[in-house]
């Protein structure tokens, strides 16, 4: 078989491929900012996909991201504004294996007093009262704990969500919006 035409038979069935799972994560993006009064931004082929606007009257974006250059992988970051005037810094992840060894050999995370809060994240940031205070809140708490797979910080005037996947499950996305939010109204009432 000649090899020049193999390899430009691999590269077409490649850019088609690349055609289609970007033309369904458009579309899911699209649907969701349909319903929620944003804008989706697709740009060109090579561009991150955005939404934004306004969501619950705080300014939202949703976008695509790389990891670094060699990671082909799209990934999911959702960034909500905050008047955040106490300076609160948090970051709340998914206890897994690795975070299971390190409080074994001694590491410290914040604990809410919340045994399903507590036994399911992993929460860093300061002031730690007023991070106890923010997530002693009982619809936080239900959203937390009903939202699989979260990776959520708060930093200055922003609330940020990243997932190392596309995703496209429009009620979930909507369920993020929520969330962040709410952690936002939460935060400024501590302010």
Same mark, same amino acid.
């Given at each position: 078989m000649n090899m020049p035409l193999l390899a430009l038979g691999v590269l077409v069935v490649i850019i088609l491929l690349f055609y289609f799972i970007r033309k369904s994560q458009v579309k899911a993006w699209s649907e969701l900012a349909a319903q929620t009064g944003l804008l989706c931004e697709a740009g060109n082929p090579l561009s991150p996909i955005r939404v934004i606007g306004k969501y619950r009257n705080r %300014?939202?974006?949703?976008? &695509?991201?790389?990891?670094?250059?060699? %990671?082909?992988?799209?990934? &999911?970051?959702?960034?909500?504004?905050v008047n955040n005037t106490a300076s609160l810094r948090l970051t709340l992840t998914e206890e897994n294996i690795l975070t299971k060894i390190g409080k074994k050999l001694g590491g410290q995370d914040i604990q809410t007093g919340n045994d399903a809060i507590d036994k399911r994240f992993i929460i860093k940031g300061e002031p730690e009262t007023k991070i106890q205070q923010l997530l002693a809140s009982f619809d936080v708490c239900q959203m937390l704990l009903s939202t699989p797979l979260l990776m959520i910080e708060i930093v200055g005037g922003?609330?940020?969500?990243?997932?190392?996947?596309?995703?496209?499950n429009v009620k979930r996305l909507q369920r993020l919006f929520d969330l962040l939010c709410l952690l936002a109204e939460g935060v400024e009432k501590i302010n």
């Open positions: %300014n939202l974006v949703m976008e &695509t991201f790389r990891t670094s250059s060699k %990671n082909t992988d799209t990934c &999911t970051r959702i960034i909500v504004g922003e609330i940020r969500y990243e997932q190392y996947v596309f995703e496209k």
